[in-house]
């Protein structure tokens, strides 16, 4: 149980383009979801917090109109990094919360997606 | 003041010997603890929760919480090769919802 996939894997485009991540839980339903990113040799940043039908929640300094996220379902966020630059070349994690665990706080992770902006 | 701190290591410990690792947090209305491992190039797993003071053992695992003296450890017994990961303490701070703060973990080493 509580396994959570991102697609894609890994991403290499073009400086000014938009990339879309994908974050889903596939066997239970997340009410809220979380967004890293981690830097080489660095701990996970959290980004936003994503809760299903309501906006995100940006951390300080993220900006939201380039990181855009999207929780329209239980089961699925996404998260499109818009007019990506070569700083935005990083390893972009989801997380998920149990919904039916509640009163836990454990978060469960998703693959990572590796992006690289040439 | 960072709010999870952890030693980054490496701590390098031989094969079957016992890996202590240790984290110190500053928000003392932390309630929720957790360690998570993560090997290079991928995503934190989790190994252990632990919510109440003293001890939770799990496997080869124990995770310590000393809530008085804001300090959580994880403890590896009969460690092994496969162990060789970075491990990251996780600590969800008061008012915070279901967010995490991690620190930027530490790496350990089991040796042959």
């Known amino acids: 149980g509580a396994v959570v996939s991102q697609h894609p894997s890994w991403v290499i485009c073009k400086s000014g383009t938009s990339v879309k991540i994908e974050c889903r839980s596939l066997?239970?339903?997340?009410?809220?979801m979380f967004w890293y990113r981690q830097f080489p040799k660095q701990s996970l940043m959290l980004m936003a917090t994503?809760?299903?039908?309501?906006?995100?929640?940006?951390e300080q300094g993220v900006e939201k109109d380039k990181f855009l996220i999207n929780h329209a379902s239980l089961t699925l966020s996404t998260l499109t990094v818009t007019s990506a630059h070569p700083e935005d070349s990083s390893f972009y994690i989801c997380s998920a919360r149990d919904f039916g665990l509640a009163g836990y706080n454990e978060q469960f992770f998703g693959p990572g997606t590796r992006l690289t902006v040439l | 003041q960072k709010e999870v701190e952890q030693n980054s290591g490496p701590l390098s410990v031989p094969e079957g010997a016992i890996a202590s690792l240790n984290c110190t947090y500053s928000?003392?209305?932390?309630?929720?603890f957790f360690w998570y491992r993560q090997y290079s190039g991928k995503s934190p797993e989790l190994i252990m929760f632990?919510?109440?003071?003293g001890d939770k053992e799990d496997g080869r695992f124990t995770a310590q919480l000393n809530k008085a003296s804001q300090y959580v450890s994880l403890l590896i017994r009969d460690s092994q090769p496969s162990d060789s990961a970075t491990y990251l303490c996780?600590?969800?701070?008061?008012?915070?919802?279901?967010?995490?703060?991690f620190g930027t973990g530490t790496r350990l080493q089991v040796t042959l």
């Open positions: 928000d003392r209305g932390s309630q929720s």
């Open positions: 066997d239970f339903q997340a009410t809220t």
């Open positions: 996780a600590v969800n701070p008061t008012g915070t919802a279901s967010k995490l703060t």
């Open positions: 632990i919510y109440s003071n």
């Open positions: 994503s809760n299903e039908g309501s906006k995100a929640t940006y």
